[in-house]
């Protein structure tokens, strides 16, 4: 059985978790198409001017080879194929995932939508019948889709949603069991944060928490925090300004932070492996692949409980925050008010579960446990390869 993967996401970390090598008696082959080139033209010009020519956005989430490529099926991660091969794409937002349809989707929740051209050609791909399954990777992700299809004429909605399924992410164990640590001053309660996008992760957060709880108060904790301080335009609408503030933070090398700019992905492993906890205190994530690599360390997660993360995360084997947020589970955070509202409610939330770990600290151990036999449980690779097994079968009879 060939598989054909798009070949400039051939490397991407979340089509490595969800869709390359799950199954041994596949054969996962590089594909290219009219749209990989349109992409890499447009990168190539946008990328020697000072002000960028051309969008890419919705170039990267459409396919056409003209069945030119010899693969049994395609296996999409948000997109979807224009071909007459059958095809198959994991979504953890919405199909198609174009930028008019994620615009709509944070101002009316498509209530005002009128579908374009591109949106119904998005459409008719996914309910013509090479496209064989449309594959969530959570519950709000398929909600989404339910809720864009629901403001959509039933003739695109039926056909689509007959192929839509939840199929969450496999998730190895990276330890056995929990080993309880003894905790003071000089061996103080670890936090570790890992994502780029340091602001939308909740970091302005953590950081006035950290300087509160472990600088005046002086509680046996550290931060540990892997990031490149990226700017990005939505959610938290970071400046430069805040950019210098964590900069400076950073470099006032507190008692309490232990900072890393960017680590290899194994690296970060072996970090989560030696934390207690592990944060992901954010304005907006989709699901939150880091919740699953903390939980399969033993290390429970402080989280807020905006979109699927509440699938994951719960106050059994971790901490959730309650934020403010829509009926479909996105954070609110459209106005100034909006944005100081949602700060305040996860930097009090951090606090108030950093406070209560740090007044018994033997429920690390436990909630560890609890979500080491949560992922074995409900994220087992072998479970998840069988399920894939399955919707490439019923695609290929």
């Not at 192929?163 to 309880?180: D, F, G, S, Y």
């Not at 100081?340 to 436990?366: C, H, N, W």
Request: proline letters at 5%; a negative charge.
């Amino acid at each position: 059985m060939k598989i054909g993967v798009l070949s400039y996401r051939f490397d991407f970390y979340t089509c490595r978790r969800n869709i390359l090598y799950k199954l041994p008696e596949a054969e996962y082959v590089p594909v290219h198409d009219l749209y990989s080139f349109l992409r890499r033209g447009a990168l190539f010009v946008n990328n020697r001017l000072e002000k960028p020519l051309f969008r890419t956005f919705d170039l990267n989430n459409q396919f056409e080879d003209f069945d030119l490529n010899k693969v049994d099926l395609l296996h999409f991660s948000n997109g979807v194929s224009y071909g007459k091969t059958p095809w198959v794409s994991h979504f953890e937002t919405i199909l198609p995932r174009f930028s008019a349809v994620l615009n709509q989707a944070k101002e009316t929740h498509w209530q005002k939508l009128e579908p374009d051209r591109l949106i119904l050609k998005g459409l008719d791909a996914l309910r013509g019948s090479a496209c064989k399954q449309i594959i969530a990777w959570s519950e709000n992700a398929a909600n989404f889709q339910r809720k864009f299809l629901s403001e959509i004429s039933s003739e695109y909605s039926e056909p689509i949603l007959a192929k839509l399924c939840v199929l969450h992410p496999a998730q190895e164990l990276l330890v056995e069991r929990i080993t309880p640590r003894e905790y003071d001053h000089e061996h103080p309660i670890r936090f570790v944060l890992v994502g780029a996008a340091f602001f939308r992760k909740g970091g302005r957060e953590l950081f006035k928490a950290f300087q509160r709880l472990a600088g005046e108060e002086g509680m046996p904790i550290r931060l540990v925090v892997v990031s490149s301080l990226r700017v990005e335009p939505y959610a938290a609408h970071e400046t430069e300004a805040d950019i210098n503030w964590a900069r400076q933070i950073i470099a006032e090398k507190p008692h309490w932070l232990e900072y890393y700019k960017e680590l290899p992905n194994n690296e970060v492993l072996e970090l989560l492996k030696n934390a207690d906890v592990g944060l992901l205190p954010t304005w907006a994530d989709t699901y939150g692949l880091s919740v699953l690599e903390a939980q399969a360390s033993g290390c429970p997660v402080i989280t807020t409980n905006v979109r699927a993360l509440p699938e994951i995360n719960n106050n059994h084997v971790g901490w959730l925050i309650k934020v403010p947020k829509d009926e479909l589970g996105e954070a609110i955070y459209a106005t100034d008010e909006d944005r100081q509202k949602l700060s305040q409610s996860i930097q009090s939330g951090l606090e108030s579960a950093i406070r209560s770990i740090v007044a018994d600290p033997s429920v690390i151990a436990l909630k560890g446990q609890a979500a080491l036999d949560q992922i074995r449980a409900e994220h087992d690779p072998q479970a998840y390869a069988e399920s894939l097994r399955q919707i490439y079968r019923a695609a290929l009879e």
